[in-house]
């Protein structure tokens, strides 16, 4: 009896004790639904899940529903939905809140509602949305704040919006919006800020502008906006920084006839940056066209380079044609940002043939130099060229004629101040004026001197010379 008594309490202490969860050690195949069903009882208790999930009935075609995993909240890799012929919406997941890696959502043919997914916030690598036939809304996806990889949303043949995308305000990657046959407009993106890759925009038939994207600022990578039958115009790109731009692809949308948006505008101004611009509608059918669309200074930069000499830079570039010109003015920066105009050469009015420019830059810094072009119409408007880039090093005083009677002349430095010492430290001559020829020696003594020669980058040289 004593014995009976003690098994029992064994028991009913056993009981009290709080289970441990029992999640998988591997990532897992979910191919039936079956399994599905079973998830809870071979898996009790795992509400975070620390491997990946596949959910793919290509084989049996017997998933309907995910009700059985209404016990996860978070997955530490991914989530795959792939091949769910039968499966209509994604309730079972509700709990769900975070994705370590990815979520992919592809082509589920009778998939129409991801409004299960309503408490999702994170998606720690990419996010793609394709090949789901009967999806017609993103409804289900707001709360996601920012995608850690790239975004795909493509070939969803009944996508009317993105508005299911108005959570995300960031994506570390690409960003594409291909093959979605119905979506008219971007409306969805109105909170995108920053895309840290490329941006494609192709094989929209119905796309008439890219609104939606309005308040995107920066990106870096290849924009490419091509094969939109119905796209009319780039108004949507207003406040993109085109300095992300590595490469723009606009081509084979044959009513895009308006292209231009400030910062394609700013872009194609510069001939250094890359641009395949082809088979649109009259107006932005080619760069030129672009450019005349833009309004930009007429004047066709080809070419803008230098060289480093010994003590100066010489800057050269030419023109293939001109109209209105005023001129331009060089700017030049040590830091890349902060430019400062150095010089100014006048242009040549209206021509029509090449012409060549020079600058000579007397007085560059030690190390780097930036410079640029500010071309000047004369009615004021202004455009920039490419920047180039040129190494300055520090340059070396010369005195002739040594030894001398009367006069001496430095050379290699255009500015700065002098002081003339005898050999015991007294200072005959101090000159600070900010440039000088030959020096007036005549009056000094006969004997041995030295010349301390501060130039405008405040370096000193120290030389030595005989007066007769």
């Known amino acids: 009896m004593i014995k009976s008594i003690g098994t029992i309490f064994t028991l009913l202490l056993l009981s009290a004790m709080p289970t441990t969860s029992q999640c998988p050690t591997a990532d897992i195949l979910l191919n039936t639904q079956e399994e599905i069903d079973d998830f809870s009882a071979d ?47 994604l309730d079972g997941l509700d709990n769900l809140t ?6 992919a959502i592809q082509t589920n043919q009778s998939l129409n509602d991801l409004s299960a997914l309503a408490n999702l916030t994170n998606v720690g690598g990419y996010l793609a949305v394709g090949n789901n036939d009967a999806l017609a809304d993103l409804g289900g996806l707001q709360n996601i704040t920012a ?15 993105l508005t299911g995308l108005a959570g995300i305000s960031s994506v570390s990657s690409n960003v594409s919006v291909e093959f979605n046959p119905l979506l008219t407009d971007l409306d969805g993106l109105q ?6 890759g490329g941006i494609s925009v192709r094989w929209n038939q119905a796309l008439v502008n890219l609104n939606g ?37 606009v081509q084979s949308n044959p009513q895009l006839s308006d292209c231009a948006t400030p910062p394609i505008c700013t872009y194609v101004s510069n001939t250094g940056n890359g641009a395949s611009i082809s088979s649109n509608q009259i107006g932005c059918d080619d760069r030129i066209e672009v450019e005349a669309s833009c309004s930009l200074l007429p004047v066709r930069l080809l070419s803008f380079d230098g060289e480093a000499r010994s003590g100066y830079h010489h800057l050269h570039w030419k023109t293939a044609s001109e109209a209105d010109n005023a001129g331009f003015y060089i700017e030049r920066a040590t830091s890349g940002t902060n430019w400062e105009e150095i010089g100014f050469v006048p242009g040549r009015g209206d ?62 430095i255009d500015n700065g101040s002098i002081e003339i010492i005898d050999i015991y430290g007294m200072i005959h001559l101090q000159n600070t004026t900010s440039s000088w020829g030959e020096i007036d020696v005549s009056s000094l003594p006969a004997g041995t001197y030295q010349i301390r020669v501060t130039d405008s980058t405040a370096v000193d040289h120290r030389l030595t010379f005989v007066k007769l």
């Not at 975070?98 to 979520?103: P, S």
């Not at 939109?228 to 207003?238: A, F, I, R, T, V």
């Open 351 to 412: 021509q029509t043939q090449t012409n060549s420019y020079d600058y000579f830059d007397h007085r560059p810094s030690n190390g780097i130099n930036y410079y640029r072009l500010k071309q000047t119409d004369f009615d004021g408007a202004i455009s920039h060229s490419q920047v180039v880039t040129l190494e300055g090093k520090a340059r070396t005083p010369l005195l002739f004629p040594n030894p001398t009677a009367d006069r001496i002349k430095i050379s290699g």
């Open 213 to 249: 994207i309005q308040n995107l600022t920066t990106m870096g990578g290849n924009l490419t906006v091509s094969l939109n039958s119905n796209l009319s115009s780039l108004s949507g790109l207003d406040n993109l920084d085109e300095q992300g731009i590595s490469w723009l692809y």
């Open 43 to 89: 898996y009790p208790g795992c509400t975070d899940l620390p491997f990946g999930i596949t959910i793919d009935d290509s084989l049996s075609n017997t998933i309907t529903n995910l009700d059985g995993l209404l016990q996860i909240s978070t997955v530490d890799r991914f989530i795959r939905i792939a091949n769910n012929g039968a499966l209509t919406n």
């Open 98 to 103: 975070a994705v370590g890696d990815f979520l």
């Open 191 to 196: 909170n995108l800020v920053s895309v840290g």
């Open 147 to 161: 995608v850690g990889g790239y975004l795909t949303i493509g070939n969803n043949d009944l996508l009317a919006d």
